[in-house]
């Protein structure tokens, strides 16, 4: 079990419009999701913390306004990149946490291109 | 904030032969260190984990050692095979649903 989807696996959009990726767990409650964002050949780097039913934490630098996430249910939370810019073209990555757990288990990531 | 440091960055073994990855990190309170291999294009597999209670863990050809004391805990690879060849990343947690703090990762090549 814990298996973590996301849609779409890839995106090409235009400069100013808006993006939404979805994040699920297919198999298992998932009480934390996380989302990363991850530059080529770089490391992993946390966006925001979400807990279902409340606002998102987001790590310093993260713009709220331009990202946002919504944790509706223990299944599914959302990332809506908002009138994306050519700078925002990077991997996106979800994971999800069980209740009571240390792992997290990732999702197969989102590539956006923003032209 | 906790910090976590790796190296090296980038690492070429050839088959058969053992891969040593160390990380280093900031924060005492972090008791949780799992290690991640990616592939290009493809999500974080969880490869091996282990908590601060312990000092060793292994799994087959895998194992991980943690020095508390000193704050840096070890990916060890032994008999290298081809397929092992990609991005390692080691991460750093300080509990239940904490958010992980990733070193920089590691590209290991292992050279047929």
């Known amino acids: 079990g814990a298996v973590v989807s996301q849609h779409p696996s890839w995106v090409i959009c235009k400069s100013g419009t808006s993006v939404k990726i979805e994040c699920r767990s297919l198999d298992f409650q998932a009480t934390t999701m996380f989302w990363y964002r991850q530059f080529p050949k770089q490391s992993l780097m946390l966006m925001a913390t979400s807990n279902e039913g409340s606002k998102a934490t987001y790590e310093q630098g993260v713009e709220k306004d331009k990202f946002l996430i919504n944790h509706a249910s223990l299944t599914l939370s959302t990332l809506t990149v908002t009138s994306a810019h050519p700078e925002d073209s990077s991997f996106y990555i979800c994971s999800a946490r069980k209740s009571q757990a240390y792992e997290q288990y990732f999702g197969p990531g989102t590539r956006l291109t923003v032209t | 904030g906790e910090n976590v440091e790796q190296h090296p960055s980038t690492l070429s073994v050839q088959e058969g032969d053992s891969a040593v990855i160390k990380c280093t990190y900031s924060?005492?309170?972090?008791?949780?260190f799992p290690w991640y291999k990616q592939e290009l294009g493809k999500r974080p597999q969880l490869i091996i984990d282990?908590?601060?209670n312990v000092g060793e863990k292994k799994d087959q050809r895998i194992a991980v050692t943690l020095n508390k004391t000193a704050k840096h805990f070890s990916l060890h690879i032994t008999e290298t095979q081809p397929e092992d060849s990609a991005v390692y990343f080691c991460a750093a947690s300080w509990g239940y649903g904490q958010n992980f703090v990733f070193g920089p990762g590691t590209r290991l090549s292992v050279l047929p």
């Open positions: 282990i908590r601060s």
């Open positions: 924060d005492s309170a972090s008791n949780y």
